[in-house]
């Protein structure tokens, strides 16, 4: 008798739950389903949640204006935990069981490379907001960023660190779990070595670490003139404060990963006069960023990181393309993408180029006080 | 009016029936044995007293309150302390801690130094190595802690499971003389023995358990003189 | 040698919130014999209400010692409950089934606390409020931060606490009884589940002292920061012999150092492996840890 | 019941009875499946078909796994690690020398097709038999440890050689492999699941391989029977591994990218979930946990965010009222036992 | 003393320690072939140390043991198992998730000599082998009366009928030394004189030397007729059950005083 009930009880619970998973809704006007799969739980979850964030205004934009030749478009969003097979089973998902003519896929290289080969093998176009490495596009014709990849963004902060800041020795700290950090890193190493800059030392910690103050410590004892910190803002933050705790001397540099409004909050103070290279800067008076950043902060409370915005971009890109599109058949939305030319985005210009990769300019920022400001703009290469 | 009262109990250990319907009756006051060949139900009989196990039916009662549905703390509280087979002193713990915790639910302090001291009379060897710890002493010695530590709870009814095991002969002797002191001072106990002479020698009434059930049960001595008991237990 | 001293501090620092968590594994295995997995996860609980805890009380914009202190009792009152809560309802009614299924349960019972965390919490970052001003202290070019000497200090001060309830109080003595042997324990009149519970309920806060700790320093939490430094601690804890109080500090500490060692001078790719280096190695020369004491099996 | 039985065993002893036998019954499986190959990926929807994939994967894994934990009563979690092993090791083989080879092959009038399976199963062997040499190295702490110290070992095993592949250049290391061949199909997946199953049978269920549940019972008792317990508890990592890293290397081969953050040690909880909820020593248990837990996640899609915590839920309900899995301990193959408990506590009231 | 050549079993000054504690202290036994030996003394006294010694579950600190003259000291309880020596156990240790057949197919493991090729691929080798296991496990089946129970899991017989298990499948590994350590354990009056009268059979029918282990006089009286009696790991008397019996050291250290 004991036993039995909770038994019976999960049963139940297994079964509503089934039965809740097989209604569908139906409309007059059909949908235009368009598929979106990032890491909604698990450990690199913030960035995730940001995309998905600038992406639902994206789509709000475009249906509160008529949507694609009145139809309205419907995201589905599912989640990979932030596992690669994760991102390929939801990609086929959401292909199959829910027929999304488009994909808009992860910000981790990782998870995009695990799922594009199922979009190019389906004939669905997939457009990832911030996937940097470049293995990414060259899954296929179907694939495409809204993002500049690593090796621009490391040689860019390379001679930003060599020939603005004046360094001539640096040290790396790299995220060696996350393909994003050890890209960049590579690419930094590369392009600063070749200017007649050294590397005094790299230093790596993995994603999800608390306390650098090891790594730190090594680092301070060889005095380098920069620290490049290719990493995610999360990480940044808590290196920042423990690397003034210690008295390093070095001037930390960073990338995009460092955008987010929390960063300065996180790093108390610690960061002040440091540069990182970005996409776009939230105090940037075009009204188009403007306007982005205050609906933004009314909608979540919150000031948009680089996810946000590059989500909202990739998303708006691919509705121009699908508006531009003869029909939404997977090859006539991936020829208009391949098309765009001088879309306005938040971000800057885009124009996607052959290798299907957006090309648009770079800022690097400086912190000052509570506030970012661009302090170099590079036009794409 | 008998003091602990066993009718038709049964108990299983997975799919094993350990104890087919035992039943006895122990007065205040006097030596019970349980004696048999292992695995007769000797020890299953004592840890279900002591609610280490539960009857699959039967009941048991202890001046006439019901102890089948209680937890080993509860009938610990209800005066049966139970000193159990290989003595499992808790040899982390000093000899001081190990007694200490025997009296683990009074709250009368002088009582329980009454009981130290009485212990500490019965055993003077426990005095010397009180701050020792238990897992140092002989097994001799352990033996005494086990039985101390017992004593401490200040029970009604005692329960000794083969407090002769792996002991010297000069031991033996020493704790079955001990066993007799204590009931003399007023102690109702229940042993139980593989050493079915000695236990015999010192107990008034005996149970023959085998195989789960009692077999015989009687006098002491009447049962030391039974042949079926001789020619199986006492080697004869 | 500057550095050194300067790596040394940091992984004092660092290894006494592992000596924290190890002290609740160690504890537990000391009880039940079995690997309670949500562990780290209570630590996250820990540091998350910590967090919940300091807003509600505004302890980010006003620091007060009064504030600090209410936060870690708070933590530490409520990851109590939570211990408590799990035993009774997932390993309570499991206790006569192998330890595998116990320790099933236990994973079960870890990702719960880390999905529910991320639906509860949110899977984003959360960054803890300052509640305790940082300072830094040079001495002798070794930088000591106020934080490192609150860890520091808070830690010992548990486990000084912890030491004297497990040897000099009554329920700590029952509670060694009932880890050496839970029936005979139960044969002296212990209330033998209810020292489990008690178990569990010191094991948690010290737990949620760790998660405090932590966010104190390294503000950032989220609901799967608890995953490798649970895993590690129990690393700690078996190199110090688990089930040994002592041992899980001692455990604790040296596997702090070693890491930032590692990373400091070798490489922190190794980091992690370094801890399981270290466990694979103590294991297999002596297994009981360093101050364990061994079993002899009966045949 | 007992009628297809009797049918089954007729098959099986003329499958075993000669070389002919074995070669007919081979090649009935291996059309059978090259048939459902093509009618299954055709027929059904990629998205079902691509869980049914997995499902097949998970089902060698968690066999294989209960070889180790069910059958013979180590406790391993780093599963997840020999799997690693198998897909890298598969994936660098097909990668870095499949042209060259499939060109070998080529030359020799092995073209296509057939060249490409030649490379697949040269692959898969590569995977099973290097993950299969880290079994080893991890089966020799299983002679010291048992229980919880094993697993922990196990555990850090597997979180080692995460490290290790991370830290190699040419297998991609945090920007993970991409660009695998893909050769995994259906076919192949169930094929292995037959052999895996198979296997496992065969071992535990002849006179010599009760040496494994020997092991797990009583390991003194099993020494005292003449049993070199040693090299039992090896073998079963040794075995255990080896299809891991088949698994892996099919995975690797599927997913046609592979990263470390897919061989966590929640991947190796994962897998242990399977064995003990469907039974240690159960090889059915295993088959349908596998199923059932592969398919679990995704069916709880619907109920979005609070999927993992449902999951999660209900896998401590589960192993509070069926905490002896689905399917029991004992019997291998049979479902008898499904419904012990039920009967045991009736008979005890 | 038994004559030199016939001699099966040679332990000679057999010790072993547990920490500070001397379990077996100077133990001598020699065996002829076809003996059956009792060895008694209290609980505690060193008699199944010296099972686990001669099995190499332990390892002698000091001396040497020899089964027909081959030295045991050092070798794994496997190979002792390969070499003749087989056992039962105090508290029947059978295979608790192994039917009644299992549990004896168990024993014929040590016969199968495949390799795990063979028993994954199962040729024509294996099938000889298992049909011969199969067959052999049904005679001992049949033999010790458990044919009708063969399927049963073993841990659900009773008390006594596990016994027997025990002992057939010790007799599978086709040993030419049984050990039995306390078989009548927990067995009623009946049963013990079947017990009594199996072991008898048992040593005629395979040709057995048997070291019997046993608490219950009546046992060990009936049919040993040559008896050590151990006490603190030392052996402090030997002979025949009557020379036992009477012999003062034993009645005080082992069967009580009151047996004058």
Sequence with gaps: MRSRFPRLLALAAFWLLAAVGCQKTQDAVPVIKVGEFGSLTGSTATFGISTQRGIDMAVEDLNAAGGIRGRKVQMIVEDDQGKPEEAATVAQKLINQNGVVAMLGEVASSRSLAAAPICQGAGIPMITPASTNPKVTEVGDYIFRVCFIDPDQGRVVAQFAFNTVGARTAAILTDVKNDYSVGLASFFEERFVQLGGTIATKESYTEGDIDFKAQLTAIRAKKPDVLFIPGYYTEVGLIGRQAQELGLTAKLLGCDGWDSPKLLEIAQGSLEGFYFTNHYSVSDPNPAVRQFVERYRELYGETPDAMAVLGYDAANVLFDAMKRAPSLQGAAIRDAIAQTKDFPGVTGTITINERRDAEKPMVVLQVRGDSLVVVEKIAPA | MPKLVLEDVHVHYGGIKALKGISLEIDAGEIVTLIGANGAGKTTTLRTISGLLRPAAGRITFDGADLTRLKPHEIVAQGISHAPEGRIVFANLTVRENLELGAYRRRDRDGIRRDLERVFTLFPRLKERYSQNAGTLSGGEQQMLAVGRALMSSPRLLLLDEPSLGLAPILVRDIFQTIREINAQGMTVLLVEQNAHMALQIAARGYVLETGQVIHSGAAKELASDERVKKAYLGE | MQEFAQQLLNGLSWGSIYALIALGYTMVYGVLRFINFAHGDVYMVGAFLAYYIAHAVGAGSHPSVAAAALVLLGSMVGCAILGVIIERAAYRPLRRQPRLTVLITAIGVSLLLENAGQLVFGADPKFFPQFIPGRNLSVGGVVVTSHQIVILGVSLLLMAGLHTFVMKTKTGMALRAVSFHREAASLMGIPTDRIISITFAVGSALAAAAGVLVGLSNPKIDPLMGLLPGLKAFVAAVLGGIGNIPGAMIGGLILGVAEVLVSGYISSTLRDAIAFGILIVILLTRPTGLLGRGQVEKV | ?349 | MPPENGVLLDLNDCSIQFGGLKAVDGFDLRMSKGELVGLIGPNGAGKTTVFNLITGVYQPTRGEMLLKGRRLNGLKTHRITALGIARTFQNIRLFSSLSVRDNVRSALHIHCSLGIWDVVWRGKRFAEREGWVQGRAGELLEIFGLAGVANEPATSLPYGMQRRLEIARALGTEPSLLLLDEPAAGMNPHEKRELMQLIEWVRERFGLTILLIEHDMSVVMGICRRILVLDYGVTIAEGSPEEIRRHPKVIEAYLGEAAS
């Design chain 4, 1 to 349: 019941m007992s009628g297809a039985r009797r049918a089954w065993m007729a098959v099986e002893r003329f499958a075993t009875a000669s070389l002919v036998g074995r070669l007919a019954a081979l090649a009935v499986t291996i059309a059978v499946l090259v048939v459902l190959d093509r009618a299954l990926s055709r027929l059904l929807n990629p998205y079902v078909f691509r869980i049914l994939m997995l499902c097949g994967i998970n089902i060698v894994l968690a066999v294989s796994l209960n070889l180790i934990n069910g059958f013979t009563g180590q406790f391993s979690i780093g599963h997840a690690g020999f799997m690693a092993i198998g897909g890298y090791a598969a994936a660098a083989m097909t990668t870095y020398w499949g042209p060259a080879a499939l060109k070998a092959f080529a030359a020799v009038g092995l073209a296509g097709g057939i060249g490409t399976s030649m490379l697949f199963v040269l692959a898969l062997l590569f995977g099973g038999l290097l993950a299969a040499a880290a079994g080893l190295l991890v089966g020799i702490p299983s002679l010291r440890l048992r229980g919880d110290y094993l697993a922990i070992v196990t555990l850090g095993f597997g979180e080692i050689i995460r490290v290790v592949i991370l830290n190699l250049d040419f297998l991609g290391g945090a920007r993970g492999f991409p660009g695998i061949p893909r050769y995994t199909n259906f076919f192949w997946v169930a094929f292995s699941g037959v052999v895996v199953v198979l296997v496992v049978r065969n071992l535990v269920s002849s006179a010599y391989g009760l040496a494994f549940r020997m092991v797990r019972d009583d390991e003194t008792a099993a020494a005292a029977m003449g049993v070199d317990t040693t090299r039992f508890k090896v073998m079963a990592f040794v075995i255990g591994a080896f299809f891991a890293g088949i698994a892996g290397a099919l995975f690797g081969h599927y997913l046609i990218y592979l990263h470390t953050n897919s061989f966590t040690f929640m991947k190796s909880f994962e897998i242990v979930i399977m064995v003990v909820l469907g039974g240690m020593g159960s090889i059915i248990g295993s088959v349908i946990a596998a199923i059932l837990l592969t398919i679990l996640p995704e069916l709880l899609r619907s109920v979005q965010q609070y999927r993992m915590v449902f999951y999660s839920a209900l896998l401590i309900v589960l192993m509070l009222t069926r905490p002896q899995g689905l399917f029991g301990s004992g019997t291998p193959f049979g479902l008898g036992r499904l419904w012990s408990k039920r009967r045991e506590v009736r008979r005890a009231a």
